[in-house]
């Protein structure tokens, strides 16, 4: 698990209080609660449909919800007059699913997009610096800026959205299956990547995902949404002293138990604990074995009880329990 070093018990830097939202007759989420803490990394994990990303556009302002309070950096969201929203949009980044560029503009005029957005009378020149700064941070070769989305391969695609999401200095950025469709050592790469940012820039990071080694490898907490609503949030070993068959079914099926092999022979420096298992390694095996198969299995339960936090007080995880780091 992640050993960054978000302030417990600090101010949350996200709220949401009684979240409603809903298509018509369906209902994705009823009386939805979350905090997220300042400085750290939440992995926000469920079945496919159970409304993550719902969630994360409900926070950004995408979507209005039906009912409820969202609060981020201390101010309501919701309902805000434009003028006043856009001042709390300049303070985060956004990386959707995929990396949403635009085709038809190079690397550095995407990331170019929000500092022209918000910042309308900055020199060009310094647009462009700021720009070029931003897609070598993200690790990719000077030379991507001039580039077109379809000259670059997913990860690098990944990387050019970030880039993107970083040109604001945030302090909070949202990371929508980041790793999604990335090749194992990719994959792995990009998750060393978000943690190193997150640590040299103090971000907080509310991060998507059905990626078993990335909740291992960079979450401090992990949100987990069935039902409705958010029923457990805790590290991986909170998550797993809870009796609840969806989370003991994900973390503690065949992948859950690899990822978190690999977890442990990363924290152990591979020192005659078996054959070297890395995260790159680990993945490269999933990927022969048809890694997307089973991890969509595996997000979606077959058996979801009903609300634990509502109806056991014992799922409610103490604020200092112990950390896997
Ligand atoms: N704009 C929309 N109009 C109608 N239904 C929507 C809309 N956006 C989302 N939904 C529905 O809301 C539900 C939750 O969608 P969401 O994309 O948040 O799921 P998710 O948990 O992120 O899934 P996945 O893991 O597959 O990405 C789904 O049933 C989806 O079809």
Known sequence: MADSHFREGADPIIT???LKNGFGDQIVHDGLDLDVRRG????????????????????????????????????PTIGREETEAVEIRKRWGVLFQGGALFSTLTVAENVEVPLNEFYRDMDP????????????M????????PKYPAELSGGMKKRAGLARALALD???????EPTAGLDPIGAAAFDQLTRSLQRTLGLTVFLITHDLDTLYA???????????????VGTIPELLALDHPWI??????PRGRAAEATQEAQEGGHEGDGPDIGPANHRAAEHHAGRGADAEAAAHPTEVETQQRATD?????????????
């Open 16 to 18: 949401v209080r009684g």
């Open 40 to 75: 750290e990394i939440l992995g926000v994990v469920g079945g496919s449909g159970t409304g993550k990303s719902v969630l994360m556009r409900s926070i950004i302002g995408l979507q209005t919800p039906l009912a409820g309070e969202i609060t981020v950096f201390g101010e």
């Open 125 to 136: 020149a310094l647009t462009s610096e700021i720009a070029s700064y931003k897609v070598v």
């Open 138 to 145: 993200t690790g990719l070769p000077a030379d991507a800026g």
């Open 170 to 176: 945030p302090e909070l950025l949202f990371l929508d």
């Open 218 to 232: 960079i979450c401090d907490r992990i949100a987990v949404l069935a039902d409705k609503k958010v029923i457990a």
């Open 248 to 253: 003991q079914e994900y973390f503690k099926g």
């Open 313 to 325: 007080p014992g799922a409610e995880l103490p604020e200092h329990a112990a950390r896997t780091s």
